[in-house]
Structure formats: C-alpha cells, structure tokens
C-alpha cells in the first residue's frame, strides 16, 4: 500500500508543478503568461525532479505508467504491482489538475481561448497527424526508458543527483522532441487531467478532444517505453 500511496502522491506532486507552470504561462493575467515553451520545459523538469526526490525512496517514483511497463517489459519490476501503479498513477493526475483548476480558477475565467484552457490539462499536436504524432510520443518516451535506466545504472554512481539528473532529461526531451505534440510521454500526465478538464466546470471550456486523448498519449508512450527499456537492456548486454 505504501508504494501505491506513494506513486499516487509522486504523480500529483508531478502535475501540481507541471500544469501549474503551464497554466502560468498561458491564462490570462497570471504573472508569467507568455513566458514561453522554455518556461514550461523547465517548470516540467523541475517537477520531475521534486516528485523523485519526495517519494522515490518508498515506490521509486515511476510516476509514469510508460516507465512501469517499460521495467516491467525488461525484468526489472514485476508485473503483479504494475495495476496498482496505474491506477495511483493516473488518481494522482487527476488530483493534481483538479489543485491546479482551484489555484487557477479566477483566470480559467479571464482566458477566452478554450484551446489554452485545454493545454493546461493535456497535450494536443500542432500538426494533427496520428500517426507521426505517435511516431513522436515513442520516440520521446524510448529516450525517457533509456536515459531513465542509464542515470539508475549501477555503474553510474548517481546517488541523490539521480532525481535531479532524471528531472534535466525530461527538461531536454521536452526542449528537443516537445515540439509536435507537447511531450506527454506520460499516459497518466494525459488522461488523468484530461478527465479533469471533462468534468471540471471550466467556463468556456471545449471538448476533452478524446479522439486523440485516448489513442496517442496514451499507447504512443507505452509502446515507446517497452522500445527504449528494450533497447537500452540489449546494449548493456552487448557492453558487459
């Protein structure tokens, strides 16, 4: 229950600070609107870094269904805890959004675009192609599997920087392969706020826009991190 209640807590922690730095940068009247793509790459990076940090030493804070497939896909977590971590997973997003709705709410009001009012929650591309949209959600989440699983290498010597190492990897995959779709990488980053943006009473909101929620941040992260964890596990077999 511990490394339940801890996944659960890591991903809130998670999309308080994520979605909150996105929610400052593009509501109205906050005091950081139109900062920019790298106020929101750092704010996301951070946020990794501080849930690693604060729940890491109990559940190892995959904070991530990609990451816990992906470990389990490899040997390296068993299978039989993998449910349970989703499912705190993706409550804790769903929490997290919620807190960010409630610091936010006087300025979900103020902002007339229901496309911003979405981006706070959820990812959406820029150029709206499944298919290459998913091709761009594997990819990012098969660098996240392996730079996640390198930094952890024993070899590596990380100790308590491991956290804010992981934290400068999720800023770079977002500076570099953000780009076209926002970088979920994260299934439970997407459709936990997602379901919160759905049932939330946002004035002026849009639709949840499920027909890309629940096919590109979610499966293109899985299958990317199934990829990456693989990858990364044959070439530490082929240099040892």
Do not use: C
């Not at 604060?54 to 068993?78: D, M, Q, R, Y």
Request: glycine fraction near 14%; aromatic fraction near 12%.
């Amino acid at each position: 229950m511990a490394k339940y209640l801890a996944e659960f807590f890591g991903t809130m922690i998670l999309i308080l600070l994520g979605d909150g730095v996105v929610a400052n940068v593009v509501l109205k009247k906050s005091k950081g609107q139109g900062s920019g793509w790298i106020v929101i790459t750092t704010g996301w990076g951070f946020a990794v870094a501080m849930a690693v940090y604060i729940t890491g030493w109990v559940s190892g804070a995959h904070i991530n269904p990609a990451v816990t497939v992906g470990l389990a896909a490899v040997g390296e977590f068993p299978w039989s805890l993998v449910p349970g971590y989703i499912i705190a997973q993706i409550l804790g997003a769903f929490v997290g959004a919620v807190l960010v709705y409630l610091s936010y709410k006087e300025h979900f009001a103020e902002t007339e675009s229901a496309d911003d009012k979405l981006a706070v929650f959820s990812t959406m591309p820029n150029i709206r192609k499944f298919g290459w949209n998913f091709v761009t959600e594997a990819i990012g989440t098969a660098m996240l599997l392996i730079g996640v699983l390198g930094i952890n290498n024993e070899y590596n010597s990380t100790g308590a920087l491991g956290a804010l190492l992981i934290g400068f990897l999720v800023w770079s995959i977002g500076l570099s392969l953000g780009g076209p779709t926002g970088y979920a990488i994260n299934p439970a980053r997407d459709l936990g706020p997602r379901i919160a943006h759905a049932i939330l009473p946002i004035p002026g909101k849009r639709d949840s826009d499920w027909s890309y929620g629940l096919v590109i941040p979610i499966w293109g992260p899985i299958v990317g991190g199934i990829i990456g964890a693989w990858v990364y596990k044959l070439f530490l077999a082929a240099w040892i």
